[in-house]
């Protein structure tokens, strides 16, 4: 059974064909198209590790079939900085120590992408840390993401925190 | 994970008619039915991807003033959907304290009330349980089994259901529209969880090929709005299944309750409903006397399966403190640990 499906990745629309339907959104990132960015930790939607934004919204993409999102927009750690100019969230994170192996940043930051757009935390230390709570990090750098979360908050809807504050 | 069929449907109608193969399974966001093929605990030989089907996505207001729910909408669209949070606070409570953030994104409506029981014996394919396959035996019994039934158990299966949203569900006579081969039918959600029997292997009141459309939650609900909490107790502050939960609203008049709503969580292999404590409520004073009354009568068919005793005693506090904070007010906006028991009576600021 042959599946065509079109993603657009980071950008690029792209053409699949997939053999197996059982592929993930997760697994063809990294094994068909090398984008080895996005972690597979737990693989079964425990960790976080490999958190993409999906039509602008973060998920698990080890729990999702790559199959049925044909037309999506899939938005990878690859995707976020331009050239050498970093996203504001990967600064904050070098910023604010907010790793140290560094296998669960590119879930993180595409996790803390997905809260900022939400718009539910602002700059409520206690909102950010429950709304991070699907990323695990076994280093326990959790103080150092929490402060990243918060400034590149504030850098990318200065406007809205104001109003809450 | 096994070899399957891969089937999209168009419609409704299109959907049902390919799950009428044995085997077959619903596919909607597949938050937890991958995860359970995943680990070969389920092996569908057929996937028909619900996912896209049309007209399934919406949060409707009838005519009747029920609101409509659409199976396909996301946890995390209902939750923060402004009206529906206003009028439901202790549902939008329950969704925003279940899962992650990435999981409610994706996770369905339907989706949620059809998942199935973490219990670590039904995970772990080498253990025998009854709920897996059929006949083995039960390795939670006399196993691991401090976070099981104390409710409605038997001796074939102790495990609960997880669902966080579904208590408030139970607990405001919420309504599971369903679509099958012989045409449209409603269960109350109460309903649509089974009790194990002797059959733990049938989770739900649906038959083979059916098909969860909609949840419709009754107008008379929004009468407890500035009185309904949901709190659950976890074995960690977030990203957790309950130990025990509780919904609980009411109507307040002049300090005596009106009406109430009672449901608990995590004690029995479906939400449960405690009738003969709202009946209890119903009438008295909104006072601790009253809510420690509730909470007995709520817990009284309550029995250990294991090493979980102290669930029934968990389960009567949460129930005095959802039913204290219930009386104490709706709070103006989810608080930020949602659910949590530990928060203030405010909810508002906890890191303060």
């Avoid at chain 1, 090398?34 to 930790?41: E, H, M, N, S, Y």
């Avoid at chain 2, 006397?289 to 009284?300: D, G, S």
Wanted: proline letters at 5%; glycine letters at 10%.
């Amino acid at each position: 059974m042959n599946l065509s499906i079109r993603l657009t990745i980071n950008g690029e629309p792209r053409n699949f064909v997939l053999d197996d339907p059982r592929v993930t959104l997760l697994d063809l990132l990294r094994e068909r198209l090398q984008l080895t960015g996005t972690k597979k930790g737990c693989d079964r939607g425990q960790c976080g590790a490999c958190t993409v934004l999906v039509d602008g919204r973060r998920i698990n993409s080890c729990l999702a079939l790559a199959v049925s999102h044909d037309g999506a927009d899939i938005l990878t750690i690859e995707g976020i900085a331009h050239g050498d100019q970093l996203h504001p969230v990967q600064a904050a994170f070098i910023a604010h120590d907010g790793f140290q192996c560094g296998f669960c940043t590119p879930g993180q930051i595409m996790s803390a992408i997905g809260l900022i757009t939400e718009g539910q935390a602002g700059c409520d230390p206690e909102r950010v840390r429950e709304g991070m709570s699907g990323n695990l990090c076994r280093c326990g750098a959790y103080a150092g993401i929490t402060e990243a979360v918060l400034e590149a908050q504030n850098s990318l809807t200065p406007a809205k925190t104001e109003r809450a504050a | 994970m096994n070899r399957f069929d891969y089937v999209k449907p168009a419609s409704v109608a299109e959907a049902i008619a390919a799950a009428a193969e044995p085997g077959a399974a619903y596919l909607a966001s597949g938050t937890n039915l991958l995860d359970l093929m995943k680990g070969g605990i389920v092996r569908p030989s057929r996937l028909v991807d619900v996912s896209r089907l049309p007209g399934l996505d919406r949060i409707e207001r009838l005519p009747s003033g029920d609101l409509r729910i659409g199976a396909l909408v996301r946890n995390a669209d209902l939750a923060h959907d402004v009206d529906f949070a206003k009028t439901y606070p202790a549902i939008a409570e329950a969704l925003l304290s279940g899962a992650s953030a990435q999981l409610r994104n994706a996770a369905t409506v339907g989706g949620n009330l059809l998942q199935r029981t973490r219990c670590n014996y039904f995970y772990d394919t080498a253990s025998a349980c009854n709920k897996r396959a059929p006949g083995t035996g039960c390795d939670a019994r006399g196993g691991d089994n401090r976070l099981h039934a104390v409710l409605g158990w038997s001796e074939g299966c102790i495990a609960t259901h997880p669902s966080d949203f579904c208590v408030p569900l139970v607990a405001f006579d919420a309504v599971a529209e369903i679509e099958g081969k012989n045409g449209r039918r409603e269960i109350a959600v109460e309903d649509l969880h089974r009790l194990p029997g002797a059959t733990p292997e049938l989770d739900s009141a649906l038959e083979a090929g059916e098909l969860i459309v909609a949840v419709r939650l009754p107008a008379a609900a929004r009468a407890f709005s500035s009185h309904a909490r949901y709190l659950k107790v976890r074995e960690r502050t977030s990203y957790a299944f309950a130990l025990v939960s509780a919904a609980a609203g009411l109507v307040i008049d002049g300090g005596r309750i009106k009406e109430a709503r009672l449901a608990l969580g995590g004690v029995a292999a479906r939400p449960w409903r405690a009738d003969a404590a709202e009946a209890m409520l119903a009438g008295a004073r909104a006072e601790p006397a009253a809510f420690q009354r509730a909470a007995e009568a709520a817990l009284t068919e309550a029995r250990p399966s294991g090493d979980n005793g102290f669930k029934i005693e968990l389960a009567r506090r949460i129930v005095v403190r959802a039913l204290t904070l219930a009386a104490a007010g709706t709070p103006a906006r989810v608080p930020a640990l949602p659910a949590s028991p530990f928060a203030s009576v405010s909810g508002e600021v906890l890191h303060a």
